[in-house]
């Protein structure tokens, strides 16, 4: 069965920094891009960050580039999501997702597994 664990979020102060984990399993993440989803309260789900199947490309939400890094292990069965300087805005629930693409997208409807997710919280 495919499956995607997401792992690695918590309480952080704002400023602080996170390192969110996809932990892959049941299918080849080699031919799967990968995208970080974020949900909070009362808001639509909306895209974060996506890698490609290789690792070679990359995207970011406009408002998340500088402070926010996606990268892959595949060897490893892993994808990671770096957060610093994180601010209140960033709290939410972060989901990963797979895509049977070579190319990612940060259009969630594109993506076929969806991971649990993981509670971010950035408070003081």
């Known amino acids: 069965q495919p499956q995607l664990v997401e792992s690695g979020g918590g309480l952080v102060q704002p400023g602080g920094s996170l390192r969110l984990s996809c932990a892959a399993s049941?299918?080849?993440?080699?031919?799967?891009?990968i995208g970080w989803f974020r949900q909070a309260p009362g808001k639509e789900r909306e895209g974060v960050s996506c890698?490609?199947?290789?690792?070679?490309?990359?995207e970011y939400a406009d408002s998340l580039k500088g402070r926010f890094t996606i990268s892959r292990d595949n060897a490893k069965k892993t994808v990671y999501l770096q957060m610093n300087s994180l601010k209140p805005e960033d709290t939410a629930v972060y989901f990963c997702?797979?895509?049977?693409?070579?190319?990612?997208?940060?259009?969630?409807?594109?993506?076929?597994?969806w991971g649990q997710g993981a509670q971010v919280t950035v408070s003081s």
């Open positions: 049941g299918f080849t993440l080699d031919y799967y891009a």
């Open positions: 997702a797979a895509d049977l693409s070579l190319l990612c997208t940060l259009t969630r409807d594109q993506y076929h597994y």
């Open positions: 890698i490609s199947a290789r690792g070679i490309s990359t």
